[in-house]
């Protein structure tokens, strides 16, 4: 499953890299929430993925029963999720912002402050 | 010695007090410091002159509290670098420090009485009092590093003291020239010195300067030299570098006279004396020195005959005593080096005078100007003794120690170990000139027709005229008594310059008849000639203003220009203000990094598992990846929100089938909220915009695919080289038995990495700060 | 400013106690079973959320009582200070302290710090969450 | 033979879901998407639950207790968004 | 309401004399409280309307999946056969419920039952506007509905 | 075959009649004409879908608590999927999604005021038309 | 380790997290924020202080967050260059609370100064103090997020503008991060750095780590604004209120730097020659590049804000030339710069306050008017340029030294040309603003509003820290022993390693191996 993972997570990649490089500042928006969930996934695969075998443990019982899925880069992945949740909402109130004050949905109207 | 120079800072820092209290004596008060600095540094005197050499360490104090000497002593400055402030007193340094701090009494009481009614004359003094110490510790620190600070502090002082009149632009722009010109020649500098302690293994000059053997023998010794040479030519006005210097005469004349005679500039000299011992003597020592020296003699008095404002006249002629003295280090022999003290020393002594002497043309007469003087003896009668006694020092008039210098620098010239045509030539032209010169200084303004001044000339009182009166005197006194200043310390001065071997030669007002004398008349001939057609030569030669149009100061003003050019091409390119084009940077240097690196390192992917694949798996997986696909080609841009959720389900899924269920839910949490976030921003937000053409968009695809794949290759490379059980198993066994909860995952949240979580809110809580402020400052703005 | 459905406004009055309970609920045995101080504020968030759709934000406002912001600083000095108990101990920071009650009935109550900061990241998450949407949502108005 | 059902079940819910994206993707309109959406969030509880029964872990069904109870708010809002006037043709 | 607390409240008082607080046995107490109830307080009318509630409730419950059951079979057979079978349309309902509440609760089971979907009440509450989908016989819709409606308010009021 | 216990073939039966109907759902919502309809679809083959296939999972696990859960899954799905069908419906329509071309009677259309949002319960009230109202809409962007 | 020592690691990082949340939880009054903020900060910087002398003593201090052992949980981990961070931290905080009573209008403290301060501040410690590489991406985001918020407070739309850049970069850097760290959990099983460097010590095949490597070091790169990587910075760094770009400028690309030193001394060591010549090139182009985009420059905090990059540069390349001096060059340069950098700025705002304005051309005058402000300026500025006996002078030569003794030539003529273009700038701005003439007509007439009275909290941080900036000229040796045991402790990895994990650990790990 890893392996399909990889290439997934790489197209996911790929895809919110694209995004990010577009005038839009919506499009740029759906990349980093695009780029957000790939690179949890990325930690997701490979921290090694296993099927049906949460880190639960049963009433009464010391560990979960077999082998059971990694919980740390589950918790890793918690973290992250809501890290980027709380960064991509202050970054699209921001665009939001943005836009109200430039006026166009254009990066390329958004240069002069460089210079 | 700490102290005294230390006493110095100290008075600078408090001269704007001292100047409110004590008011228009303030000169003379505060010219009370040099004096005594003088008086102790005399006390070095004795044995000095004996050969004596006298090393000082840093706590050496003497007269302060034993617990301030160690406290000063370990403050300054760093012994982990080997930098501390250490001095080295012999002939050499004795000679700089009783110039300037001789020079230095009556220039800061001169200035009290020349800038009396300017308002920025207190801090005129912290200045040039700081510029005075600094100029001390340069030339009597045994530390290289120590020397190097107070080397550069002196480009600060006198970039301040350049810049006295700030509100006007030239002086500005000349000050920052003389900066970043002896700035960028102190760096050099810094690099050759720090390879010179690395070849010579020390940073103390007292003993540097005894493993001479070993620096010249160094690698590093071809290097280290130029780098050095660099650093004092650039301060010392050496061609191509001497355009900043008449530049500087934007400075208040006192200033113009300190810094010429006998500190800022001669600080090169100085250095290349000081170091003689351990980098002179080679082939390209000699060549490069006499060379350089000899080309900035001429060139100085050169321009200097040609130019016809008064400082600028004197300026110039600096140059040439600058080239001079190079040169005459360079040759080495001993009559030179006794020849470049005894010029260094003559020089100091009527440029000192004259420069002082301009000052009262400028601040009695209000003349600038030679064209504008003429005729003055009378109504400046002492003034104009002391200008045409000084200024027959410079020409080279017998009995004044002007005269005695110059025969024993053609004598060495004509001694020197090579080049002899070409410096003899240079010389005497140089002599002739220099005559010239003379002439125009020690003539124009006194005799001859009376020429209107701007204002009605006075007689100067007598703060501004001791200066000029005391050491044009002392010309005379040690052109007379030539034994006084060679054994009081010039011979001591050259005995330091050559390594500590007294030199073979010796200062007489006459030498009997031989080729010098005979050229040093030829020169007065001759200049004086050339004096006579001044104004003739000056038209013929106004072909060099064209010239210099394209001489090394343009190359200065050129190579600024073409930095803030560069600058401005550089920011044009790279700071755009095109996010995209950052991002691609980024992402381009990142996938280069990245691929060249596993390129070079073979980094390969391991076997492949394929076995595990389930159908259903891999539809969940394709409609997450097919998502994010319509997500990024769809032109709906709620289109694309909803892709996101189809996304962001998917992801949850995958999150779920795969035992993560506690990211899963959060997942789905998450994800609702972001779409219920967009929904609410998109309603102000435009629609996508088709923005760019399609080749843009394959450029684009290919990077972004490219550091796709990247990341691929990465993760399947990671995963078949993992070599190590996570640490994760411990925490699975920790978990009921010490973190009391069965959720694993929360266990760790909450208690075996709580501290990710706290941040975690607070990023959330950041967050939220931010977006309220964002919204609510919209809101009053538009109330 | 609601969307003036009879409908939705009812199922809303209706959904936000069940929201509010269930997100209790997966706060207090998160640490058992999925949920947890953050699944737990999501969900309370969500059930605020639903409010303001269903009604409006004054409404919401009014049944918050306190301003989210309040309910932000409150959590981040609860989830701080949950770690303190331990350093007036003598032990690291965050230690973990278990007090264990029993209750009448056989039953015990675990009560820890552990738990204390959990309910800090739930008021966070809350707040947080509320103070972005309730805000935005009045700007958009 | 157990497996089978559960892979038939699975196989089932994963052509449901490849039809759902199909209509998200072809719209026309937003509402038509946001229908599919909600549809995803169903198929996710299904999947979830045919997942229980696959593993025999009940924990599962906390993952589709909270998606029960709180997918549909996205709809929500996406009806409020519809009703508020921010539709658009390009939505 | 009165009557569903005190079996709650019996339920959880039975949990406290047995000692075990597991779900089957707060159902157990549950059902022991319902018996209880009916056989002490049955004649009492409140509490006799609760105890009719119950039985009725879950035969809504029954009669409710059946007809969700029916719809479906019914969607099925049309998307699963190449042509289309449906003539929709929208509808006014005059309501019989009457507050906010009873409202949503009809119109959402109308919203799961065959082939009806709400859209709308109106604002005076007295009409649910409906979406059909086999709108053949419109009188024959709004009765099969009005049947639903009923059962519904049964057990509501 | 044989291998089938009765709980097992009684899971596999609702399991998969479960996701039987989430498929027909599926094809119900990619086939059906308009939006209308297609909600029908969705809303009623979703929810009995999902419903059949947690109760395959309750009867399989057979603890309590878990047909507690399964059934508080069906219920919340009861609870929500028609409230957003109702919202998404109603809003659709308003806006003006178009109505299959064989949509016969429509005694929603007009009654609907966008100024005041009121609902009319008779034919007579209804100021702005419901194409307009539309159209007023669109023509924004 | 005594539960004092435990918690006096801890206070660096809970202090300010404490005082941010007491500040929100008492947003409606201003007057608790302002107080909070300064004996807050006082309080931080004592304490930091503090941490810095016992580790000085004690050479690392290990806390065990929650009682957990080393690697298992997160550890707080305090060796010289931390407590060095944590210290200089305190500093600039202090120096900017003290400065945010004039500088911040009480619209600003309504909307959230500061607690964004306070909490900016507790991520750049807790970044400084992790000894775990997630809960190192956990404090960055802290920061980052803390530092976007006050990027913004103002709304304006230069601010905006620059706000989208500078958030758009740092959040590809933080999934450049996230990304790196799940690869490299995926390799190593663990999160501890220590553990980390451990377990990477026993991989025979080290291509792998190293290309790890390369998006750390992209990722640092972006937070430290090196070349290629630096556009947010100039891009945003002169639009918010100039107590937060001081802050900034100060502390938050260090951050990046200091993220830099760690990994590339204690984890990434496996191939030097590579990664450290990568550094090497990435230095000197930061410095050039940085210094360039100065030139052109006419605005105050522009001009300043390039400059930042190319002092970056020089840090950079200290720990790019890799031997202990140069190292100790990079910790000192480090330490220098943070004060000088920020008190720029700091001087910036009180010219901005006095005459209206941060464009070159609408300044002048400030000589004659306020000529202490005047000298105030010249000592961060000229040690700015490296020149003595200013403590930049000491920086750069011990960078410059360190050059020379490996014979690293190209780097250390870029190292000086680079200091004279500095040296350039900064008198550009000299001229301009204090000596030349005030223009007519005055750029804003009389300032931007303020009375003048209230300026006055802006004077003592500008004094303290150009007195610790002639201080470090003069009496440089105890910086230079604290930069010189962090260089020992940095480049012998082992000390560290032992201290967060047991010697006994190190050995076991054996065992893990699969
Ligand atoms: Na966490
Ligand atoms: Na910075």
């Known amino acids: 499953m890893e392996v399909v993972m990889a290439v997934t997570v790489g197209f996911l990649y790929a895809a919110a890299l694209y995004m990010m490089l577009r005038r839009s500042i919506v499009k740029l928006v759906i990349g980093l929430v695009l780029l957000s969930n790939a690179a949890n996934l990325l930690i997701f695969t490979a921290a090694g993925m296993v099927r049906g075998a949460p880190p639960l443990i049963y009433p009464g019982e010391l560990l979960p029963p077999g082998v059971s899925a990694d919980p740390l880069a589950q918790a890793l992945i918690l973290t992250a999720i809501v890290i980027g949740f709380g960064v991509l909402a202050f970054a699209v109130v921001l665009i939001h912002r943005a836009y109200e004050v430039v006026g166009a949905d254009d990066m390329d109207q958004m240069k002069d402050t460089d210079t | 010695m700490l102290y005294a120079i230390l006493s110095t800072f100290l008075l600078a820092a408090l001269a704007p007090w001292v100047h409110r209290l004590t008011g228009r004596y303030s000169g003379w008060v505060l010219a009370l410091l040099p004096a005594s600095l003088f008086v102790y540094f005399l006390s070095f005197l004795p044995e000095v002159a004996a050969g004596g050499t006298v090393v000082l360490g840093p706590s050496a104090g003497g007269w302060a509290p034993a617990w301030l000497d160690a406290a000063l002593g370990r403050m300054l400055w760093m012994p982990g670098l080997e930098i501390q402030l250490s001095f080295l007193v012999d002939g050499l340094s004795l000679l700089f420090a009783l110039l300037i701090s001789g020079i230095g009494f009556f220039i800061v009481s001169y200035a009290g009485r020349y800038l009396e009614k300017s308002r920025d004359l207190g801090r005129f003094y912290v200045v040039i009092l700081a510029f005075m110490g600094s100029m001390l510790g340069l030339v009597l620190a045994d530390n290289l590093i120590a020397m190097f600070i107070f080397w550069e502090l002196t480009s600060v002082t006198s970039y301040l003291l350049i810049g006295y009149n700030h509100e006007d632009a030239k002086a500005r722009k000349a000050a920052l020239q003389g900066l970043i010109v002896t700035v960028a020649g102190g760096l050099a500098l810094l690099a050759g010195i720090v390879m010179l302690a690395l070849a010579s293994g020390s940073y103390e000059l007292s003993e540097i300067l005894n493993s001479g053997d070993a620096v010249r023998e160094h690698a590093l010794y071809l290097p280290l030299l130029l780098l050095i040479l660099l650093g004092a030519f650039t301060k010392s006005a050496q061609v191509p570098f001497h355009f900043w210097l008449p530049n500087a005469m934007a400075a208040p004349t006192p200033v113009s006279a300190y810094l010429h005679s006998a500190t800022m500039v001669k600080a090169g000299v100085y250095l290349l004396a000081r170091l003689n011992p351990s980098l002179g003597g080679t082939e390209v020592w000699f060549t490069l020195l006499a060379l350089f020296g000899a080309v900035t003699m001429f060139v100085g008095v050169f321009l200097s005959f040609r130019s016809t404002g008064i400082k600028s006249v004197l300026a110039y002629s600096t140059v040439m005593a600058l080239g001079t003295l190079t040169m005459l280090i360079g040759i080495g022999t001993d009559t030179a080096l006794l020849a470049a003290m005894a010029f260094l020393l003559a020089h100091s002594l009527y440029k000192g005078a004259l420069f002082l002497v301009a000052g009262i043309l400028d601040h009695k007469a209000g003349a600038k100007d030679f064209l504008q003087t003429g005729g003055l003896r009378a109504a400046l009668p002492v003034t104009s003794a002391f200008a045409i006694l000084a200024a027959l020092s410079m020409a080279g008039v017998l009995p004044l120690f002007g005269f005695v210098a110059k025969e024993l620098m053609l004598e060495s010239v004509l001694g020197a170990p090579g080049l002899v045509p070409l410096l003899a030539l240079l010389a005497i032209a140089s002599a002739i000139l220099g005559v010239g010169v003379a002439a125009i200084v020690g003539i124009r303004p006194w005799f001859g027709p009376r020429v209107e001044t701007p204002k009605t000339p006075h007689e100067a009182p007598p703060a501004l005229i001791a200066g000029p009166a005391v050491l044009a005197s002392l010309g005379l006194v040690f052109g007379l008594g030539t034994g006084l200043a060679e054994d009081g310390i010039l011979a001591a001065a050259a005995q330091a310059v050559n390594g500590g071997v007294p030199v073979d030669a010796y200062l007489a007002l006459w030498h009997g008849l031989n080729w010098p004398l005979a050229i040093s008349v030829l020169a007065l001939v001759g200049g004086l000639f050339l004096y006579s057609r001044w104004d003739r030569v000056r038209e013929q030669l106004a072909w060099v203003d064209t010239a210099s149009r394209y001489g090394p100061e343009r190359g200065y003003d050129k190579m600024m220009d073409g930095i803030v050019g560069v600058s401005d091409w550089q920011t044009r390119v790279l700071q755009s203000g095109y996010l995209r084009f950052y991002i691609m940077f980024v992402i381009v240097s990142t996938a280069l990094m990245v691929g060249v690196t596993a390129q070079i390192f073979g980094v390969s992917v391991g076997p492949l598992a394929i076995a595990d694949l389930r159908l259903y798996e891999m539809a969940i997986v394709a409609i997450m990846a097919l998502s994010a696909l319509y997500a990024i080609l769809t032109r709906s841009r709620l289109g694309a929100v909803a892709a996101l959720g189809s996304f962001g389900f998917t992801v949850a899924l995958v999150f779920v089938l795969f035992s993560a269920l506690d990211v899963g839910i959060t997942q789905i949490l998450v994800e609702t909220l972001t779409v219920i976030l967009l929904v609410l921003v998109l309603f102000r937000l435009p629609g996508f915009l088709g923005l760019s053409p399609w080749w843009v968009k394959l450029r684009d695809a290919t990077i972004a695919l490219a550091a796709g794949g990247m990341v691929t290759l990465l993760i399947l490379s990671t995963h078949s080289a993992r070599e190590f059980d996570s640490i994760a198993r411990e925490l699975i066994e920790w978990s009921v038995p010490e973190g009391y909860g069965r959720n694993v995952v929360n266990v760790i949240l909450v208690d075996f990495r709580t501290l990710d979580t706290l941040g975690e809110i607070f990023v959330l809580a950041l967050a939220a700060v931010g977006v309220y402020a964002m919204i609510r400052f919209r809101a009053e703005d538009r109330r | 400013m609601n969307m003036y459905s009879l409908i939705l406004r009812t199922a809303g009055n209706f959904l936000l106690p069940l929201l509010l309970l269930f997100s209790v609920f997966l706060l207090l045995r998160g640490h058992d079973e999925p949920g947890g101080g953050f699944i737990a504020g999501l969900v309370a968030a969500g059930a605020i959320v639903l409010y303001v759709f269903s009604m409006d934000i004054a409404s919401a406002r009014r049944l918050l009582r306190v301003d989210p912001r309040d309910l932000l600083g409150a959590g981040m000095v609860i989830a701080v200070l949950s770690g303190a108990p331990a350093a007036f101990l003598g032990q690291p920071y965050f230690t973990a302290q278990w007090w264990e009650f029993a209750l009448p009935g056989g039953g015990e109550l675990k009560l820890s710090t552990v738990l204390i900061f959990d309910i800090g990241v739930y008021l966070v998450v809350v707040g947080a969450v509320l103070t972005i949407i309730l805000n935005l949502a009045e700007a958009e108005d | 033979m157990f497996d089978y059902a559960i892979f038939l079940a699975y196989a089932l819910l994963s052509l449901a879901l490849v039809l759902s994206f199909i209509r998200l993707v072809l719209g026309p309109t937003l509402p038509d998407r946001v229908v599919a959406l909600e549809l995803l969030a169903s198929l996710t509880v299904g999947f979830i639950g045919v997942a229980v029964v696959a593993t025999g872990r009940s924990a599962y069904l906390d993952v589709a207790l909270v998606l029960a109870l709180t997918a549909f708010l996205a709809a929500i809002a996406f009806a409020r968004y519809l009703e508020k006037g921010g539709h658009r043709v390009d939505d | 309401m009165i009557a569903l607390i005190w079996n709650i409240a019996l339920a959880l008082i039975w949990m406290a004399l047995t000692g075990s607080f597991t779900g089957a046995n707060l159902l157990l107490g549950f059902v022991l409280g319902y018996l209880v109830l009916a056989l002490t307080l049955g004649r009492k009318p409140d509490v006799r309307k609760y105890l009719l509630k119950v039985p009725r409730f879950f035969g809504f419950v029954g009669y409710f999946f059946w007809e969700l059951l029916l719809s479906n079979l019914r969607v099925a057979y049309d998307v699963l056969t190449p042509t289309h079978h449906m003539s929709p349309g929208v509808i006014a309902m005059p309501l019989d419920a009457e507050t906010d509440g009873e409202i949503t609760i009809v119109a959402n089971l109308i919203s799961l039952t065959p082939g009806t979907l709400s859209l709308d009440v109106s604002s005076d509450k007295k009409v649910l506007y409906i979406h059909v989908m086999y709108l053949d016989d419109r009188d024959a819709v709004i009765r099969s509905i009005k049947v639903l409606e009923a059962r519904a308010l049964q057990v509501l009021r | 075959m044989i291998e089938f216990s009765m709980i097992e073939l009684l899971t596999a039966v609702f399991l998969v009649a479960g996701a039987g109907f989430m498929l027909i759902a599926a094809m119900g919502l990619l086939r059906m004409p308009d939006l209308l309809t297609r909600m029908h679809a969705t809303t009623k083959a979703g929810v009995l879908g999902a419903g059949l296939i947690m109760v395959g999972a309750a009867i399989y696990i057979g603890q309590l608590t878990v047909v507690v859960k399964a059934i508080a899954v069906v219920a919340f799905l009861i609870l929500t999927a028609p409230v957003a069908a109702h919202a998404i419906g109603r809003a659709g329509y308003f806006v003006g999604v178009p109505l299959w071309s064989q949509t016969h009677t429509d005694e929603l259309k007009g009654r609907y005021d966008q100024k005041t949002h009121t609902l009319a319960s008779s034919g007579e009230k209804g100021s702005a038309q419901r194409d307009q109202g539309a159209r007023g809409n669109r023509s924004e962007s | ?514």
């Open chain 7, 1 to 514: 380790m005594s539960a004092y020592m435990d918690a006096l690691v801890a206070l660096p990082v809970i202090l300010p997290l404490l005082i941010g949340a007491l500040s929100l939880a008492l947003w409606r009054s201003h007057a608790a924020q302002k107080l909070l903020g300064v004996f807050g900060t006082l309080a931080l910087l004592a304490v930091s202080v503090h941490l810095l002398f016992e580790t000085w003593e004690h050479d690392h201090l290990v806390m065990h967050m929650g009682s957990w052992q080393a690697p298992f949980g997160i550890v707080l981990v305090s060796d010289m260059l931390s407590a060095i961070m944590v210290v200089l931290t305190g500093i600039i905080g202090l120096a900017t609370a003290i400065y945010s009573l004039s500088d911040i209008g009480s619209r600003h403290e309504r909307f959230g100064y500061y607690p964004l301060f306070h909490l900016l501040l507790a991520g750049v410690n807790g970044a400084f103090l992790t000894g775990d590489i997630f809960n190192l991406y956990v404090w960055f985001e802290v920061m980052l997020v803390a530092s976007f918020a006050l990027l913004i407070l103002g709304g304006e739309r230069a601010q905006m503008e620059g706000a989208i850049k500078y958030v758009t970069l740092n959040l590809v850097s933080s999934m450049l991060f996230l990304t790196a760290i799940g690869l490299l959990y995926g390799l190593t099983g663990t999160l501890n750095m220590a553990d980390i460097a451990v377990r990477l010590g026993e991989v025979e095949d080290t291509g792998l780590v190293t290309v790890i490597a390369m998006l750390f070091m992209v990722s640092f790169g972006i937070k430290a604004a090196a070349f290629p990587f630096f556009f947010w910075l100039p891009a945003s760094y002169h639009t918010p209120k100039v107590a937060v770009s001081a802050l900034f400028a100060g502390m938050l690309t260090k951050v990046g730097v200091y993220a830099l030193f760690r990994v590339f001394t204690l984890i990434f060591n496996q191939d030097v020659d590579y990664t450290h010549e990568i550094l090497l090139w990435i230095a000197m182009l930061t410095m050039l590049t940085g210094v360039l985009g100065a030139a052109a420059q006419f605005e105050f905090r522009r001009i300043l804000s390039f400059h930042i990059i190319s002092q970056i540069g020089y840090m950079i390349l200290g720990l790019a030339l890799f031997t202990p001096l140069a190292i100790v060059g990079g910790v000192f340069y480090i330490m220098h710069h943070i004060i000088v950098k920020a008190n720029l700025f700091l001087i910036s705002g009180l010219t901005y306050q006095l005459k209206g304005s941060h464009e070159l051309k609408e300044l002048g005058g400030l000589y004659r008017s306020h000529p202490m402000l005047g000298v105030l300026f010249m000592v961060p500025a000229l040690s700015l340029a490296g020149l003595p006996p200013l403590s930049g002078f000491f920086a750069k030569f011990i960078i410059i030294r360190a050059g020379i003794e490996v014979e690293a030539w190209l780097a250390v003529t870029v190292a000086l040309v680079v200091g004279l273009l500095t040296l350039y700038s900064m008198v550009k701005i000299w001229n301009e603003v204090f000596w030349k003439a005030q223009p007519e007509p005055a750029g804003r007439a009389a300032g931007s509003g303020a009375p003048a009275g209230s300026l006055f909290w802006m004077w003592p941080p500008i004094v303290g820290l150009a007195l610790m900036t002639v201080m470090i000229g003069l009496y440089g040796q105890p910086i230079f022993e604290m930069a010189e045991l962090s260089a020992e402790q940095l480049l012998d990895t082992s000390r560290y390693i032992d201290a967060v994990l047991g010697a006994d650990y190190v050995e076991s790990l054996q065992e893990m191996r699969r």
